[in-house]
């Protein structure tokens, strides 16, 4: 199995050396690799996300703790009933686990004793948990602002925590100057947690008979989750596994839309904007290290880009927890998302969304949204 990192902007080729994160010229860095996977050698495996291990760019010795294939569930809402990913079922609570789970995986076949994450609380509490099992030393940079539940949980693993006042940017400024020191185990930077989320577009395909939804409904804030979407469904429809692309409708917070923005002005990388307060904590990225590639990633399924308001955000959340869903206001947005497209979509059309973190990790944030008229 073998496998390149190369710039996405200027194609320049690196060794893989646990430490670069981004190119020399300023550009991320994608993954040049080449699955080989079969849909026949899944039967008798378990049922967890190294199942599609001939599809993954990691050796044997995994860090793992059970976590992937989630239930996938016809739930009916108020306008529409929807296919749902119970991404909050992960051993962490967020389909974050899917991308900590290779990452982590990877470092610590490359012998890493201590990496560096920033995140607004999902993906910190993944690496955290994923490197705690792999006995790799971590400290975890987020904004002072953080669901407390969540800082709770990435202490609980043994990480050390590191609040950052002022907005998003300041937390990942803060992570990148400390990154000079060790390994940086970033859910934005690496590519090899894109390789992890892209398992999210295999299970799917495996719950729908190896086919393909018409569409995805998907947060949008920094894309880990839509672009692993892109990637996966890509390699199996260049495998010849299934034999389109689902349309990707992205999801922002009216708050803090730079992409929503940015599509709308027909613009290749992520808008300027002035980002206000958001419910949708995990998606209010006013500066997406990502963006381009999310958005060129919309543009060549055919989709589009939706900004939901507190408001729908709040009702949307409400419906969720009334229907026994208790479920993270950044999830509750991409719901009031995805029922919205449903309202223009054609009729038997088949679209797919995601429960993408439990709502124990916000409770208190919870409470007060629902208790407010």
């Not at 108020?78 to 119970?86: E, P, S």
């Not at 020191?181 to 390789?195: E, G, I, N």
């Not at 679209?351 to 709502?359: P, Q």
Request: net charge negative; charged share 20%.
């Amino acid at each position: 199995m073998t496998w390149s990192v190369h710039c996405s902007q200027c194609g320049r080729v690196y060794d893989d050396d646990a430490v670069r994160f981004r190119c020399d010229c300023g550009g991320v860095l994608d993954l040049l690799f080449e699955p080989h996977f079969d849909p026949g050698t899944v039967a008798g495996r378990p049922h967890d996300l190294w199942r599609y291990r001939e599809a993954l760019p990691v050796g044997r010795d995994v860090v793992t703790m059970g976590g992937g294939c989630t239930p996938l569930l016809t739930v009916a809402f108020h306008t529409a009933t929807l296919l749902v990913k119970q991404e909050q079922l992960f051993p962490t609570g967020s389909y974050k686990d899917r991308g900590a789970a290779l990452l982590i995986s990877h470092l610590h076949e490359l012998g890493v004793r201590r990496v560096v994450e920033d995140s607004s609380g999902n993906a910190g509490c993944a690496v955290a948990a994923y490197a705690a099992r792999a006995g790799i030393a971590c400290d975890i940079y987020v904004p002072a602002d953080t669901s407390p539940a969540k800082t709770a949980q990435i202490e609980a693993y043994g990480a050390t925590l590191h609040r950052i006042p002022g907005p998003r940017e300041e937390t990942a400024e803060a992570a990148l100057e400390a990154a000079t020191t060790c390994a940086y185990a970033s859910h934005v930077y690496s590519p090899w947690f894109l390789q992890g989320t892209k398992t999210f577009a295999y299970e799917i395909a495996e719950q729908l008979g190896w086919t393909v939804p018409d569409t995805l409904v998907l947060p949008a804030g920094n894309g880990t989750l839509l672009l692993g979407a892109f990637i996966g469904f890509e390699e199996m429809r260049w495998a010849g596994i299934v034999d389109q692309m689902p349309r990707l409708i992205a999801v922002q917070a009216a708050a803090c839309a730079p992409l929503a923005d940015a599509f709308a002005k027909g613009m290749e990388r992520p808008a300027e904007v002035h980002a206000t307060h958001t419910a949708a904590e995990g998606i209010a990225i006013a500066a997406p290290a990502r963006g381009a590639q999310v958005l060129a990633a919309v543009r060549a399924t055919g989709g589009s880009f939706l900004a939901v308001s507190e408001q729908e955000i709040a009702a949307s959340l409400k419906e969720c927890c009334l229907g026994g869903w208790f479920i993270e206001p950044t999830s509750a947005a991409v719901i009031a998302g995805a029922c919205r497209y449903a309202e223009t979509a054609a009729p038997g059309e088949t679209i797919v969304t995601a429960f993408t973190g439990h709502g124990l990790k916000a409770a208190a944030k919870i409470a007060e949204i629902l208790t407010q008229r």
